[in-house]
Each structure stands twice: as structure tokens, then as C-alpha cells.
């Protein structure tokens, strides 16, 4: 199995490019399915989620052709409405294919993504939304089975802001017949975005990006180009890395409007930073991190996604942090590791209290997560000495490139 080697070799420094956002791209790759006409998509991350959306399309009948970060789907000649347990199981973002699916052919199939390392992550709000629009839908044998001749608007509630539930509704929506409202929308950039693709494809989609949308549905979608925005979460992992390792670096690619609060966060660690339309720059040049208090909850307030990475940031600042993770039940995995690399960290149910060390000390760890893994690329390269990380796979789920990218900005990082 595949580890990263990193040794801890001081600042960082130079530019790197940011990629498209896998939370972006995985409901726009879904979208696909909602029309007969052919998507072209632009700036799709090279991560191996997009990958497995990609296998799992192709294994409904959908075409696909990628070029470096151009992609173009065709889902003219659909030929299963299932996705299998083997897929589901790698990836939770499979849900995103129950609402599109559901609305375009009137069946879809899909397994039961079950629990996962960060929580249990129940989809009832998927599930209960498409009921309300008509949906007939019984789990039989770890499937989600659900049937529909033609779905409804119907007016939705959700009980928590659920981004892909969010994403669900206004693809199933967008081809339903009448008006969907959906309240407490989550209003995630992703989801802004997925309003913008919807619209492109001939939908009536106001207020994605608030949390009160109306979708309009229409007898038919058309196909369309769109280019997937930046990964909000890769910009701020990188930005967290310069912070840890006290280096001046600049990020491009990237959209700083998506950042708000975690810039506002950085900067309260003793971080100056300047922005410009695409590109944000961080300095924290001989500057050891002030502890910040964290606590997480949908956008937009403090992102769940960078949650683990200031818990390495804390763990080598000055002072003492409290860090609440509000959005899932099990996201402290990380914290285990990082008490392997000498941190001072202590749980307390959903709350870790972080007491800054000066140094922590490079050991073998292991990721348990996408997120976790950023956190611990983090803690390595701001500790003293050689660290370990297995089970890498994680974080080639969702960060596209990492190493080459850390190792362009001066990291000692290696494959092995
Ligand atoms: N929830 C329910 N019932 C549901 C759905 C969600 O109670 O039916 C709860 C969850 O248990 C959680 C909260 O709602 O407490 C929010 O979860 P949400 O449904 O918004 O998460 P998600 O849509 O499954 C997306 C991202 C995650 C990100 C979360 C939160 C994608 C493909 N995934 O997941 O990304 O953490 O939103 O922002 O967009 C990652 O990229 O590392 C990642 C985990």
C-alpha cells in the first residue's frame, strides 16, 4: 500500500495552482443523466472520487470522454437505472444519482451508502423529499427502490441544511411537474453552482445559494457547458499548511468570496493575507500561530471539510483552542494521530481543547478520512523529523495532485 514520506523542512514557498471543486463536480457529473443531450464540463479535478462518479455512470450506459480537466457526458442511451453497493460503498457522493435518475426515467435503484469513519450520515432527507414529490420508495435488500411516473413540486422542509439532499431536490425537481420550494436549503457554494449548470440547461431555478429555493420544473433539460468552480476546501488546506509551517505562499485558482470565514479565522491566527480576484496570498513568515477557536456549521459559517486541518494549525499554536465539530458525530479521528506526534489534545465528547505545543515530533500515522489525511500532511510538514502517512488512498479521494503540488512549493514529500 501506498504511504507519503514527509520530512519537516521549514517554510514553504512560491505559487500553486488550485483545482476544480470534487464537491462541485460530483452533482454537475450527476446532472448529466437529467438530459439526453451531451454536458461538457471544464476544470474537473483529477481526484479519484471523479473517478468512481465517472465508472458508475459509465456503468448506467452514460458516455464519457476526458481530457486532462475536460470531460463530456452522454446520457442519450441509458441502459441500467442501479448503482451497486461495490461503487456506493467507495463513495457516499453515489447519492447525488437518485434524484436525476428518479425524474428522467421514473426508477432508480440505489444502494445504501451505509456509515462511514466521520458518522452514521443518514440520507431520510433524500428519501423523504422525493416521497413528498410523489416518489414511491421502499429499501429492500440495502437498496434505496424507488419509483415514480412523474414526480410532483411539492413544498420541502429539511430538517438540517443537507448540501447533497439540497443537490437531489433541485435535479429531481428541475424535471417534475409544477413548482418545488425547498426551505432551510443548505447554501453551500456548490450548490450556487449547481443552480448555475440547472439554469444553463433550459431549468427555472431561483435562490440556490440561499436558503429558500424555487425550482420550476420543465418537460425536458438540454445539454450545456460549464466549468466547475475552485475547491474552496483544497484552497484553505493549502492556506492552513503555509499558516502551520510559518511560510509565505500564494494560491491561484481559487475564489476568495468562498473563504470568507475561514480567511477571517486565519487572519486571527496571526496570518496577513491579500486577495485579488483569483488568487490570495498568505504570509506568516516568522510568525508562530495564534490558537483559534473553532467551531463548525454549514456554510456560511465554519466549514466541517477544514475542521481537521486547524486542529493541526492549534496543535502547533500559541496558546489554547477549543475546536467543535458540529456536523458530524465521529470527526475527531485525526486526533489520535496527531496525539502520536505529540500534540496536546484533549476530547470531550464533540469538543477537542487543544493546548499549542512549539514543535510536534514527526511518527508513523495513519489516515482515516479524506480531511483527516490533509491534517496530518499538515502536521508533518511543521514537525521536526520524518513522518509516515498510510492508508494515502483517502486523500487521493479528494485532493488532486498533493504531493507534486507540496514538493513544487519546497515540502519533502515523497510516494513510497
Ligand atoms: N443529515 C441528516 N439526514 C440526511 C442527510 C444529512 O440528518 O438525510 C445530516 C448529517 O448527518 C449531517 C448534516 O445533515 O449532520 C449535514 O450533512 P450533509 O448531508 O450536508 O452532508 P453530505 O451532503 O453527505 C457534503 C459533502 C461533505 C461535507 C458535507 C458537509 C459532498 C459530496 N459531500 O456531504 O464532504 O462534509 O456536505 O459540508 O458534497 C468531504 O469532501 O470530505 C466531505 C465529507
Redesign the pocket.
Known amino acids: 500500500m501506498e504511504k507519503l514520506l514527509i520530512t519537516g523542512n521549514g517554510p514553504l514557498h512560491g505559487e500553486v495552482v488550485m483545482a476544480g471543486a470534487?464537491?462541485a463536480a460530483?452533482p454537475v457529473i450527476a446532472a448529466s443523466l437529467l438530459t439526453a443531450d451531451p454536458l461538457q464540463i471544464s476544470n474537473v479535478p483529477g481526484v479519484r472520487d471523479i473517478a468512481t462518479a465517472v465508472e458508475l455512470l459509465q456503468l448506467l450506459g452514460c458516455k464519457v470522454e476526458r481530457q486532462g480537466t475536460d470531460m463530456s457526458l452522454d446520457a442519450s442511451e441509458i441502459t441500467s437505472l442501479r448503482a451497486p453497493y461495490e461503487m456506493v460503498k467507495t463513495m457516499?457522493?453515489s447519492i447525488?444519482l437518485l434524484g436525476p435518475l428518479l425524474a428522467r426515467f421514473g426508477e432508480a435503484d440505489i444502494s445504501l451508502p451505509g456509515g462511514c469513519a466521520?458518522?452514521?450520515?443518514?440520507?431520510?432527507?433524500?428519501i423523504e423529499a422525493l416521497q413528498m414529490m410523489g416518489a414511491d420508495i421502499t429499501i429492500d435488500a440495502g437498496y434505496i427502490k424507488a419509483k415514480a411516473s412523474r414526480l410532483i413540486g411539492a413544498h420541502i422542509a429539511m430538517?438540517?441544511?443537507?448540501?447533497?439532499?439540497t443537490e437531489n431536490i433541485m435535479m429531481a425537481a428541475s424535471l417534475a411537474d409544477g413548482t418545488t420550494v425547498i426551505e432551510n436549503a443548505?447554501m453551500?457554494p456548490?450548490i450556487t453552482d449547481l443552480g448555475h449548470l440547472l439554469t444553463a440547461m433550459g431549468a427555472s431555478v431561483e435562490g440556490a445559494g440561499s436558503s429558500h429555493i424555487t425550482i420550476e420544473g420543465k418537460k425536458t433539460l438540454h445539454g450545456a457547458q460549464h466549468r466547475v468552480p475552485p475547491d474552496r476546501?483544497e484552497s484553505g488546506t493549502f492556506l492552513v499548511a503555509a499558516a502551520a509551517t510559518r511560510s509565505k505562499i500564494t494560491i491561484r485558482d481559487t475564489e476568495p468570496s468562498f473563504l470568507g470565514y475561514v480567511l477571517a479565522k486565519l487572519e486571527a491566527a496571526g496570518a496577513s493575507l491579500r486577495t485579488g480576484e483569483d488568487w490570495i496570498e498568505i504570509d506568516s513568515r516568522n510568525r508562530r500561530p495564534q490558537a483559534v477557536n473553532i467551531s463548525t456549521a454549514?456554510?456560511p459559517a465554519f466549514?466541517?471539510?477544514m475542521q481537521a486541518q486547524f486542529m493541526a494549525l492549534n496543535a502547533v499554536a500559541e496558546g489554547t483552542a477549543t475546536v467543535a465539530e458540529n456536523?458530524?458525530e465521529n470527526r475527531f479521528m485525526h486526533v489520535a494521530e496527531l496525539q502520536r506526534m505529540g500534540a496536546g489534545i484533549a476530547l470531550q465528547g464533540h469538543i477537542a481543547v487543544v493546548n499549542g505545543i512549539e514543535r510536534l515530533q514527526g511518527a508513523p500515522v495513519m489516515a482515516t478520512?479524506?480531511?483527516a489525511s490533509a491534517c496530518l500532511l499538515i502536521a508533518a510538514m511543521a514537525a521536526d523529523g520524518e513522518t509516515t502517512i498510510d492508508r494515502i488512498y483517502h486523500l487521493d479521494r479528494?485532493y488532486a495532485n498533493i504531493e507534486q503540488k507540496l514538493a513544487s512549493l519546497g515540502a519533502n514529500i515523497r510516494r513510497v
Open positions: 470534487k464537491n460530483l457516499r457522493g447525488l466521520i458518522g452514521s450520515r443518514p440520507v431520510n432527507a433524500h430538517d438540517v441544511p443537507s448540501v447533497t439532499a443548505a453551500e456548490e476546501i454549514p456554510y466549514p466541517t471539510d456536523i458530524f478520512d479524506l480531511r479528494g
